[in-house]
């Protein structure tokens, strides 16, 4: 097996199917799932994150998969945990001769594993810099001196265009507080082909509100109250937002169930579209997305997806 074998990467939206598919897929040429997902690393978090493990059974046998489970809920994970332990899995899998097929919705660590560089790993903010193209140099100097970030430190502002770019790194951490970048640290740039599912809106809103329903019947609550009784604080069960904040905020009573239900379901829509609108910025820096057409049967899909991939595969083969 090539010393770097292309990532096969099925990205989308919550609700939109992705787990079901790359297990298929998986299924079909020998794959291994790496998770691209930044709250099902954590134990005993199995409803509120989604990660369908019965999913990982298909015709009777197991998809091995990586990056699930691995830390206790309570934790703190960023993306640059996620690229170390990323890569010991990927050495894994290679060493295995298996594919490696990356399942996610968290673009951000999607992103870094396409770009490698840290400073690659923060997107590309079109309207700031159209904004920030306006000013001078020295205004932009002594916005930048103005500013403050955990990047002000490190940044490089020794040309207009990397003093851009510094304010756009740094207005993003600061927009996005829950994000750790570790600056002194570069990581490989997968070489990888990207595909990727977008249900139309009323589907997608949909499925999700069917699932919330689901999720609850299934024991999200318990789930969370279990987490509380172990000794995990509410601030740090807030901090993983979505149906661990609410939730802990219903239990804890902040809100009535009827509020954090009617809560929850519209950020879950809100967190969905804000995945695609990173997917589509992703795709403004240059990262192509081979859009999968809902309407499809399964079978067309995961067929498209493994021509693509052995084709994409086989014109790197040189290359690597």
């Known amino acids: 097996m090539s010393p770097e074998t292309p990532l096969l990467i099925i990205l989308g939206p919550t609700a939109s199917g992705k787990t079901r598919l790359a297990t298929q897929v998986a299924h079909e040429?020998?794959?291994?799932?790496?998770?691209?997902?930044?709250?099902?690393?954590?134990?005993?978090?199995?409803?509120?994150?989604?990660?369908?493990?019965?999913?990982?059974?298909?015709?009777?046998?197991?998809?091995?998969?990586?990056?699930?489970?691995?830390?206790?809920?309570g934790d703190k994970y960023n993306v640059n945990d996620?690229?170390?332990?990323?890569?010991?899995?990927?050495?894994?899998?290679?060493?295995?001769?298996?594919?490696?097929?990356?399942?996610g919705g968290t673009g951000f660590y999607l992103y870094a594993l396409l770009k490698g560089h840290a400073n690659d790993t923060v997107p590309v903010n079109e309207a700031l810099r159209k904004e920030l193209d306006l000013l001078s140099t020295g205004q932009l100097t002594a916005r930048f001196q103005a500013s403050d970030s955990r990047y002000h430190a490190l940044?490089?502002?020794?040309?207009?265009?990397?003093?851009?770019?510094?304010?756009?790194?740094?207005?993003?951490?600061?927009?996005?507080?829950?994000?750790?970048?570790?600056?002194?640290?570069?990581?490989?740039?997968?070489?990888?082909v990207i595909f990727g599912l977008n249900p139309p809106v009323e589907t997608r809103r949909e499925r999700i509100s069917k699932r919330l329903s689901i999720r609850l019947k299934l024991g999200l609550i318990e789930e969370v109250q279990n987490l509380l009784n172990q000794g995990i604080?509410?601030?740090?069960?807030?901090?993983?937002?979505?149906?661990?904040?609410?939730?802990?905020?219903?239990?804890?009573?902040?809100?009535?169930?009827?509020?954090?239900?009617?809560?929850?379901?519209?950020?879950?829509?809100?967190?969905?579209?804000?995945?695609?609108?990173?997917?589509?910025?992703?795709?403004k820096d240059g990262l192509k997305i081979n859009w999968i057409a809902d309407e499809w049967s399964e079978s067309e899909k995961i067929q498209f997806i493994i021509a693509h991939y052995r084709e994409f595969k086989s014109g790197n083969a040189g290359t690597m």
């Not at 690393?41 to 994150?49: A, K, L, P, S």
């Not at 993003?172 to 829950?178: F, G, I, P, T, V």
């Open 82 to 103: 996620f690229q170390h332990d990323f890569a010991d899995s990927y050495q894994q899998i290679r060493t295995n001769e298996r594919l490696p097929i990356v399942c």
């Open 155 to 192: 940044a490089d502002i020794s040309t207009r265009k990397r003093l851009i770019r510094a304010l756009e790194i740094a207005a993003y951490l600061n927009e996005h507080s829950e994000t750790s970048i570790d600056f002194g640290t570069e990581s490989i740039a997968y070489p990888a």
């Open 233 to 283: 604080t509410p601030d740090s069960l807030i901090y993983y937002g979505l149906e661990y904040k609410y939730v802990t905020l219903y239990l804890t009573g902040a809100m009535t169930f009827e509020e954090m239900h009617s809560k929850l379901e519209t950020e879950i829509h809100r967190f969905a579209k804000r995945q695609m609108t990173f997917f589509r910025k992703m795709e």
């Open 29 to 73: 040429i020998g794959g291994e799932i790496l998770s691209a997902d930044s709250r099902q690393v954590y134990r005993q978090m199995d409803i509120g994150t989604g990660k369908d493990l019965e999913e990982y059974i298909v015709n009777g046998a197991p998809v091995p998969y990586h990056l699930i489970n691995i830390r206790d809920a």
